[in-house]
């Protein structure tokens, strides 16, 4: 079954939406930059609302190991996944805080990119068209990958259907797809939900 990940989510009635549609993920962004950054508190509080079936994830860019692994290990967030330009040496040192599972983001734009992403020692990959850019990249330049990633970048539920179909990710991670005017759109995100789960019916 392939794993449904609904990123940037910020609101009590997103985290509802989400208990209701049970996806295996919802992500959390801890990022300044972005219109959809939560405090450490804000997300708490998201996270006592969510489903306990239902695993958070942590999105960071280039933030301190001890920040990512303080979140872990209190339980705001379950799973931290890392969208900057974090090394093997950073790796290991969050790995030496933590244990919990860790997904590292790669930017992929030729097949070439995905060497270094195969490479990488976190538990997932995530393989995208840029840090929440919303635009699909060529999904053959995946089709070698041999370990399992999260597919993002650009989908919708119009697309995902094809996307399963073609290049058979381990998960999928939406967060614009399932947005009207910047905010999560109940109607966008069971319909993203449907139609993953209709493709595997």
Not at 93 to 118: M, N, Q, S, W, Y
Not at 156 to 181: L, T
Request: proline share 4%; charged share 25%; with cysteine.
């Amino acid at each position: 079954m392939t794993r449904i990940k609904l990123c940037g989510l910020t609101r009590t009635m997103d985290i509802q939406a989400a208990n209701g549609l049970r996806p295996d993920y919802v992500g959390f962004v801890f990022f300044a930059k972005s219109r959809r950054n939560l405090s450490p508190k804000q997300a708490a509080k998201l996270k006592e609302a969510l489903d306990p079936g239902i695993q958070a994830v942590g999105v960071f860019v280039d933030e301190a190991p001890e920040k990512i692994a303080l979140l872990l290990e209190e339980g705001v967030i379950d799973v931290a996944q890392l969208h900057g330009q974090e090394d093997i040496s950073y790796f290991n040192r969050l790995r030496e805080l933590t244990g919990k599972p860790i997904i590292k983001a790669f930017r992929v734009e030729k097949p070439e990119d995905c060497l270094a992403a195969e490479n990488f020692p976190s538990e997932y990959l995530l393989l995208d068209s840029g840090m929440g850019s919303g635009v699909t990249f060529d999904w053959s330049a995946v089709a070698g990958v041999k370990r399992d990633f999260f597919l993002a970048g650009g989908l919708s539920p119009e697309n995902v259907a094809d996307a399963i179909k073609n290049i058979h990710p381990f998960g999928v991670d939406v967060s614009s797809g399932i947005e009207s005017d910047g905010v999560k759109d109940y109607q966008k995100m069971a319909a993203f939900v449907a139609a993953v789960r209709k493709e595997e019916a």
